[in-house]
């Protein structure tokens, strides 16, 4: 089983809502990431837990908060976005980090902010 | 730092012929190199990969060869489909010792097959 399952697969928000994108994985992986992608453009990386530790943030604006339960769950809360915040967010997960190997893809959450 | 640069497109060819798209990477050490696929809509796809100098990657018809002479990474495909309309993107993978982690990609190549 390779997969990595994303709810909600569409969202529509306002700008003073808050919601909550989810992600979650069965391989054992213990590392996870948040990509933001937009149209016609590579997946831009967010953010990277390891262990359920944040271990990367690429300097992404507070309105963007993840979170990680336990090792099969990833959330990335969301409030106050503007427009330009929307976006294809896809989640990834390998089995560890820094070790060379290949991320596997959800199908990802198209946001659009309103 | 890291990077891969491979042909953007469109690539337009016809149901049947050869497919090659270009893929170059710029790495400090040994990386594992991959193609992903994204169909509209959707999410990106491993397609195949390759972890070491001449190994060869494939899947679906779809193979690459790590050729580390030339730092690069070509795909190819004998004989397209229709259904292989897609984008795709090559990436790569190498741990860097307290960098930024992550796959680094390149640009994504539009592959339009008709009929």
């Known amino acids: 089983d390779t997969e990595v399952t994303q709810t909600p697969k569409h969202l529509v928000m306002g700008m003073t809502n808050k919601k909550s ?12 990431y948040w990509y933001k992608q937009k149209a016609k453009k590579p997946p831009e ?30 959330n990335l809360h969301l409030h106050a976005l ?6 294809l967010y896809l989640c990834a997960s390998s089995r560890r980090q820094n070790s060379n190997t290949e991320a596997f893809f959800g ?8 | 730092g890291n990077s891969v640069t491979q042909m953007e497109g469109p690539v337009t060819l016809s149901e049947e012929a050869f497919l090659t798209i270009n ?10 190199l991959f193609w992903y ?19 060869k990657g494939s899947n679906k018809g779809f193979e690459a060869t790590y050729r580390k002479e030339t730092t690069s990474f070509h795909l190819e495909k004998g004989s397209v489909q229709v259904s292989d309309s897609a984008v795709y993107f090559c990436a790569l993978s190498e741990y860097s010792g307290g960098g930024a982690d992550g796959l ?6 539009h592959l339009i097959i008709q009929p």
Not at chain 1, 23 to 32: I, K, N, Y
Not at chain 1, 46 to 66: A, G
Not at chain 1, 107 to 114: E, K, N, P, S
């Open chain 2, 104 to 109: 680094t990609f390149g640009k994504g190549t």
């Open chain 1, 45 to 74: 990386l967010m953010f990277v837990y390891s262990y359920e530790k944040l271990s990367i943030n690429e300097s992404v604006p507070s309105r963007f908060s993840p979170e990680c339960p336990n090792s099969s769950l990833l």
């Open chain 2, 23 to 32: 893929c170059t990477y710029t790495a400090t050490g040994y990386p594992s």
């Open chain 1, 107 to 114: 199908q990802g959450t198209r946001l659009t902010v309103v």
């Open chain 1, 21 to 32: 994108l989810k992600c979650e994985q069965h391989m054992g992986h213990r590392a996870m």
């Open chain 1, 82 to 87: 503007q427009p330009e915040d929307s976006a």
């Open chain 2, 37 to 55: 696929v994204q169909y509209p809509g959707e999410g990106l796809q491993l397609l195949l990969k390759a972890t070491k100098a001449d190994d």
